[in-house]
């Protein structure tokens, strides 16, 4: 596939249209999207007339530095008229009234957005298997999943539906499905870019980056992304450096290589082709540094502990009041007439303890209100989400704070010193990016447990708030992708780009 600065040029030498490039996309969606499932809306007629705007732009030297991207945009980022449904039935009809700051930015920069994406339900999965629009397939064989939560923006660029794509990462959902589907995912350090206009998941980890083709095309999407927003007071006001010049950077890299991230479960295959990739950079000149990354063992723990408490409050306002579904009221009060009913005649031939319990069920029933809500949630939210919930409001309740909150934000603290201890020494942290490669749809979903180990390379970036990126590798025996993953200490999203550069130039050649 081309990239982006490519059909730049050919655009401005009348070698192709902006129109001919969307019409392609649209077309190779028609053709394959019945089957990947990547894609759950593509708005043609707008997107063909904005792209006649910005070919008039590029006619005339006028246009933005994102002229020619067309781009697809996970369905957890608002954009104004659209739907925006989180792949929830909560929110199946829900359409945004405003943009997400990075819209607004690409948008200024005449980037074009063709469409939304398919993912797991409120960003709360590793497959794309939990939403309302069915599983997305992997363009590389579509008996097996594409990762998640981002996976239909993975995959959409993997099929080449779209030049790049929008995901959101809160505990390795832009690498992961990027490692899955063999194309680039950048995750940026938290506060990097707005998180404005994003559906939150858990707010402390959430984080806006690109899917791509090219490494270059991802270092200059975030160009655009990356930036202080007073929309959003946990965004960073720091200059935004030229990622995609750090690219031309030659300086040889140090790169640290943790044992935690190369040990027991992790496919015997992957880790061959990883310490061959590592193999092939220390030959041109890069340094390996052997690192330890102590406290990466509780990862997995940790996140679904804290991740989990912030998606039970933020969840919260679902109610069918606020926003979201709404049961049907008339049933809801028919429901709760017909258990009255039944109760009072139980309580007429009841006596002793029998009739002291349903009198005090009685006094205790729900009001239509508090069923009103319960009954709207509960056909709203699929299971992953429910679980999600229950676990979260669990270790948030009285008596289990201090035992599973409060430890885990310990727990986090340690994770994010030992980064720090790490990059003292190293330029970025090298790992797998997933322990397998993607793996059949269905096969996992009785197991959550199985599922969340997905994440265990990915998570721990989430939790430190720093930066990480998955590259193609290489392909498994099996015909399936493999990815390895650069991680890089907060705000130095140069180093991680510098090094999966410089693995795709080994690919290359």
Request: glycine share 8%; with cysteine; aromatic share 8%.
């Given at each position: 596939?081309?990239?982006?600065?490519?059909?730049?040029?050919?655009?401005?030498?009348?070698?192709?249209?902006?129109?001919?490039?969307?019409?392609?996309?649209?077309?190779?969606?028609?053709?394959?999207?019945?089957?990947?499932?990547?894609?759950?809306?593509?708005?043609?007629?707008?997107?063909?007339?904005?792209?006649?705007?910005?070919?008039?732009?590029?006619?005339?030297?006028?246009?933005?530095?994102?002229?020619?991207?067309?781009?697809?945009?996970?369905?957890?980022?608002?954009?104004?008229?659209?739907?925006?449904?989180?792949?929830?039935?909560?929110?199946?009809?829900?359409?945004?009234?405003?943009?997400?700051?990075?819209?607004?930015?690409?948008?200024?920069?005449?980037?074009?957005?063709?469409?939304?994406?398919?993912?797991?339900?409120?960003?709360?999965?590793?497959?794309?298997?939990?939403?309302?629009?069915?599983?997305?397939?992997?363009?590389?064989?579509?008996?097996?999943?594409?990762?998640?939560?981002?996976?239909?923006?993975?995959?959409?660029?993997?099929?080449?539906?779209?030049?790049?794509?929008?995901?959101?990462?809160?505990?390795?959902?832009?690498?992961?499905?990027?490692?899955?589907?063999?194309?680039?995912?950048?995750?940026?350090?938290?506060?990097?870019?707005?998180?404005?206009?994003?559906?939150?998941?858990?707010?402390?980890?959430?984080?806006?980056?690109?899917?791509?083709?090219?490494?270059?095309?991802?270092?200059?999407?975030?160009?655009?992304?990356?930036?202080?927003?007073?929309?959003?007071?946990?965004?960073?006001?720091?200059?935004?450096?030229?990622?995609?010049?750090?690219?031309?950077?030659?300086?040889?890299?140090?790169?640290?290589?943790?044992?935690?991230?190369?040990?027991?479960?992790?496919?015997?295959?992957?880790?061959?082709?990883?310490?061959?990739?590592?193999?092939?950079?220390?030959?041109?000149?890069?340094?390996?540094?052997?690192?330890?990354?102590?406290?990466?063992?509780?990862?997995?723990?940790?996140?679904?502990?804290?991740?989990?408490?912030?998606?039970?409050?933020?969840?919260?306002?679902?109610?069918?009041?606020?926003?979201?579904?709404?049961?049907?009221?008339?049933?809801?009060?028919?429901?709760?007439?017909?258990?009255?009913?039944?109760?009072?005649?139980?309580?007429?031939?009841?006596?002793?303890?029998?009739?002291?319990?349903?009198?005090?069920?009685?006094?205790?029933?729900?009001?239509?209100?508090?069923?009103?809500?319960?009954?709207?949630?509960?056909?709203?939210?699929?299971?992953?989400?429910?679980?999600?919930?229950?676990?979260?409001?669990?270790?948030?309740?009285?008596?289990?704070?201090?035992?599973?909150?409060?430890?885990?934000?310990?727990?986090?603290?340690?994770?994010?010193?030992?980064?720090?201890?790490?990059?003292?020494?190293?330029?970025?942290?090298?790992?797998?990016?997933?322990?397998?490669?993607?793996?059949?749809?269905?096969?996992?979903?009785?197991?959550p447990l199985k599922m969340y180990l997905n994440d265990i390379y990915t998570i721990s970036?989430?939790?430190?708030?720093?930066?990480?990126?998955?590259?193609?590798?290489?392909?498994?025996?099996?015909?399936?992708?493999?990815?390895?993953?650069?991680?890089?200490?907060?705000?130095?999203?140069?180093?991680?780009?510098?090094?999966?550069?410089?693995?795709?130039?080994?690919?290359?050649?």
């Amino acid at each position: 596939m081309k990239n982006l600065l490519t059909t730049q040029d050919e655009l401005s030498a009348g070698k192709t249209t902006l129109q001919d490039i969307v019409d392609q996309y649209i077309e190779q969606i028609e053709d394959s999207n019945g089957t990947v499932n990547a894609i759950v809306s593509v708005d043609k007629e707008n997107a063909r007339a904005r792209a006649a705007s910005i070919q008039k732009k590029i006619d005339h030297g006028r246009a933005g530095k994102l002229a020619g991207s067309v781009i697809a945009v996970k369905d957890v980022i608002c954009e104004m008229g659209k739907q925006t449904t989180c792949a929830s039935n909560i929110l199946r009809n829900f359409e945004s009234v405003y943009n997400a700051t990075v819209i607004e930015k690409l948008a200024a920069e005449d980037a074009l957005f063709l469409g939304r994406t398919n993912m797991d339900e409120f960003a709360m999965g590793s497959s794309t298997e939990n939403t309302i629009f069915g599983p997305a397939r992997n363009p590389h064989n579509t008996e097996y999943v594409t990762g998640g939560s981002s996976g239909g923006s993975a995959a959409a660029v993997a099929a080449n539906m779209c030049g790049m794509s929008l995901g959101s990462d809160t505990g390795g959902s832009i690498r992961q499905p990027a490692s899955y589907c063999g194309v680039v995912g950048l995750k940026p350090t938290y506060g990097r870019v707005s998180r404005y206009g994003l559906v939150a998941f858990a707010s402390s980890f959430d984080c806006i980056g690109p899917f791509a083709h090219s490494v270059s095309d991802a270092a200059i999407l975030l160009e655009h992304l990356a930036g202080v927003d007073p929309m959003d007071q946990s965004s960073a006001d720091r200059p935004v450096e030229e990622y995609s010049s750090a690219l031309q950077n030659r300086e040889k890299l140090t790169i640290g290589v943790p044992d935690e991230f190369f040990g027991d479960g992790l496919d015997p295959e992957i880790r061959t082709i990883i310490k061959d990739q590592l193999s092939d950079l220390e030959t041109e000149g890069h340094q390996l540094v052997p690192i330890h990354l102590p406290h990466s063992e509780f990862a997995v723990a940790t996140y679904y502990i804290l991740a989990t408490a912030e998606a039970s409050s933020n969840l919260a306002r679902y109610d069918g009041i606020r926003y979201g579904h709404r049961a049907d009221f008339d049933s809801v009060e028919e429901e709760l007439k017909k258990e009255q009913i039944a109760l009072e005649k139980r309580l007429e031939v009841a006596a002793g303890k029998e009739h002291e319990e349903l009198v005090e069920k009685i006094s205790k029933a729900d009001s239509p209100l508090i069923r009103l809500y319960k009954k709207s949630r509960t056909e709203g939210f699929g299971t992953e989400v429910k679980r999600r919930i229950l676990l979260g409001t669990y270790v948030l309740s009285a008596g289990y704070y201090d035992a599973y909150y409060g430890k885990a934000q310990r727990v986090r603290r340690l994770i994010k010193q030992d980064f720090e201890e790490a990059f003292q020494d190293v330029d970025v942290i090298v790992s797998p990016t997933a322990p397998t490669t993607a793996f059949k749809l269905g096969e996992n979903q009785d197991d959550p447990l199985k599922m969340y180990l997905n994440d265990i390379y990915t998570i721990s970036a989430n939790l430190a708030g720093i930066c990480g990126i998955s590259v193609p590798a290489g392909t498994h025996s099996n015909g399936l992708p493999v990815g390895i993953q650069f991680l890089g200490n907060a705000f130095e999203e140069k180093n991680i780009v510098r090094a999966a550069h410089a693995i795709e130039q080994l690919h290359n050649r």
